[in-house]
């Protein structure tokens, strides 16, 4: 196990040799929150995996301090790129700690100032140039949709690897998600009362594997009285190369994601870890004169689906739907964004629907952007853990408000059972399906 300092012996802040670049290094005001109680170790699943002080959000900002005075090396690149930045530590801290802000500040410093190996870099830029962009997903459709499941045959020839663990998530689709699209501008249903107009934000993955949850939602929406835009670009609000320090990249998408949602007084999301990332642009922008207020007004305007309709009186039928589902929490709604209650109680309104809950709800599947696939030993084991716990409540169904979820929770369930956007039940009950 690593060997930290104590609190009494921490380095002072600030070294003149200090490993962090002057763009935006951990902020020192911030890692002094930390008091190092430990009421962070029982929820952080990276420290669960590996039992290691390093691989704690308390040690892990013990190296953030340490990286203000000295130089930083790969045990420094390792312990963070094991961090999932589930921030389940945020939601447990008694003390207030923003490691949610902290660990943002401190990928990118990795990315700049540790040098990958050739390996690393080549597999993540694949990562980064595929899933980011829909039009290159979709074209894998094609073979995705061949009986027997292509990915999953080609990731029994390379098991226990990263290009294994990437084929095997991959999940069966029909050849139609190769060519659908939404609609532009979808109208309120006929007979509601107009809600005024709501811009949807698509995902990359999202609208190329699960174009049927987009779908769904939108007409939840409009079935709700909103006039529903879906701009097809951007492709990508710059989540996945925000949350794996890819800083540059992730900008440049966040200010064409700004720029394309301007004109709408509010942007919904159905997928967790977009709407996280598009909350956060404030921050993401805050040393930036030119983009700082338009960052701030943008993700005040962010809302999660079921904020959205978690906030208004419903207006159309609720139909019975006879399930019982277990209600997955995704980590970048429940723990970064706090939208816990909004799901289930729109699940709950649903006639004939019974909600279960899992045990150890607070802890991450192992998808976090994409972990499963630079870490996919550690992701698997609590890919594992989490599948078990959901199976263990006799559900017939799952809900989850995110793809990576999906994808993890689905490769990991010894017998199968549907996985299911909460938006995907929803319509359901309104069409009476």
């Known amino acids: 196990m690593t060997v930290l300092p104590s609190g009494g012996d921490q380095p002072a802040l600030h070294g003149a040799s200090s490993g962090w670049d002057e763009h935006r ?8 929150d930390c008091v190092h109680c ?15 002080e390093a691989d704690s959000p308390r040690g892990r900002i ?20 094991r961090c999932l930045g589930c921030m389940a530590c945020v939601t447990a801290c008694p003390s207030g700690v923003q490691y949610d ?14 040098p990958r190996s050739r390996a690393d870099r080549l597999y993540r830029g694949l990562i980064f140039a595929l899933f980011t962009h829909p039009g290159r997903v979709r074209a894998m459709v094609p073979a995705l949709a061949l009986p027997g499941r292509l990915g999953a045959r080609l990731a029994r020839l390379v098991p226990k690897t990263r290009v294994g663990a990437l084929l095997s998530l991959a ?15 979808t109208p309120p249903a006929p007979g509601v009362e107009p809600r005024g107009r709501i811009a949807f934000m698509q995902g990359c993955i999202q609208r190329a594997l699960f174009g049927d949850v987009n779908a769904a939602t939108v007409r939840v929406l409009a079935a709700e009285g909103f006039e529903v835009h879906a701009p097809r670009t951007p492709r990508c609000c710059g989540a996945l190369q925000l949350h794996g320090g890819v800083e540059e990249d992730a900008l440049v998408q966040a200010r064409k994601t700004i720029a394309a949602y301007e004109g709408y007084d509010t942007i919904a999301v159905n997928v967790a870890g977009c709407g996280s990332a598009m909350k956060d642009y404030g921050h993401l922008f805050s040393d930036d004169p030119a983009w700082a207020a338009r960052a701030a007004a943008f993700s005040a305007k962010v809302k999660d689906v079921h904020e959205v309709l978690g906030a208004i009186e419903p207006q159309a039928k609720r139909h019975p739907v006879e399930l019982t589902v277990a209600y997955h929490d995704a980590c970048h709604l429940a723990h970064a964004q706090g939208v816990r209650t909004q799901p289930r ?24 952007g994409i972990y499963n696939l630079t870490q ?6 609590l890919g594992v853990r989490k599948a078990k716990n959901l199976a263990a409540t006799g559900a017939e169904a799952i809900a989850a408000a995110n793809p990576g979820c999906a994808l993890q929770i689905t490769a990991h369930l010894e017998t199968p059972v549907p ?12 069409r009476g399906l």
């Open 25 to 32: 290094p951990p902020d020192p005001e911030l890692i002094k």
């Open 376 to 381: 996919p030993a550690a992701a698997a084991e």
């Open 62 to 81: 013990v190296l953030m301090r340490v990286g203000h005075e000295d130089p930083l090396g790969l045990a420094m690149q390792t312990h963070f790129d």
């Open 345 to 368: 109680d729109l699940l709950r309104g649903i006639p004939g629907l019974t909600l279960v809950e899992p045990a150890e709800w607070e802890i991450c599947c192992g998808s976090a």
């Open 101 to 114: 802000r902290l660990i943002e500040q401190v990928r990118p410093q990795v990315e700049r100032n540790v």
């Open 38 to 52: 430990g009421f962070c170790l029982t929820t952080c699943p990276s420290y669960s995996v590996f039992q290691d």
């Open 419 to 430: 996985v299911h956007h909460p938006m995907t039940l929803l319509d359901r009950s309104l």
């Open 171 to 185: 999940p069966p689709v029909k050849l139609s998600a190769a060519v659908r699209q939404l609609n532009r501008v």
